[in-house]
């Protein structure tokens, strides 16, 4: 696994129990897609109302698809897209963040459309924000529409 993304994990929370499972979702994607290799990764949280925060899903993004292991962390559920470039529309939705810096307050809530209704998204909590906001420049806004 490279440093960077080990750095990623760790720095939105997750423990070093955990990087073995994400380890074997990484064998999953080399298996299922052998001509692709992980670009980056991206894990959605959100905040619980009693403060936990919890994790979703774990995407891993090579440079024509994409591997999202849903609740990666509890069970063995994947879905693979191919990355189809040209988004129609992205709905953000931002509370105590000026992205720019996230604080712990900070929520951020991202849409993705694709042409004929396809749908992807994206959820951060505190400072994954910074991060969703770093998927969205690299693999989301240059690709919107011009048409």
């Known amino acids: 696994m ?3 993304f080990l750095e990623y994990f760790k720095s939105i929370g997750i ?19 052998p001509d692709e290799e992980v670009m980056d990764v991206y894990i ?9 925060r919890k994790y979703e899903d774990l995407r891993l993004i090579g440079k024509e698809s994409s591997l999202i ?8 559920e994947f879905h693979i ?8 529309t992205l709905k953000i939705e ?14 951020l809530h991202v849409w993705k459309f694709y042409p004929y209704q396809a749908l992807g998204e994206y ?10 906001m770093r998927i969205c420049e690299k693999y989301l806004l240059p690709y919107l529409a011009s048409e």
Not at 81 to 88: C, E, H, L, P, T
Not at 94 to 107: E, H
Request: overall charge neutral; hydrophobic content about 35%; proline content about 3%.
């Open 123 to 132: 959820k951060a909590s505190m400072n994954n924000c910074d991060y969703l």
């Open 81 to 88: 897209a191919k990355n189809m470039g040209r988004v129609v």
């Open 15 to 33: 423990r070093e129990p955990v990087f073995p499972r994400i380890e074997t979702i990484m064998e999953y994607f080399s298996r299922l897609l």
């Open 2 to 4: 490279k440093n960077e």
């Open 69 to 76: 292991a849903t609740d990666f962390m509890n069970k063995d």
């Open 94 to 107: 931002a509370k105590d963040y000026d992205f720019r810096r996230a604080t712990d307050k900070s929520r």
């Open 44 to 52: 959605s949280d959100y905040v619980e109302l009693d403060g936990a």
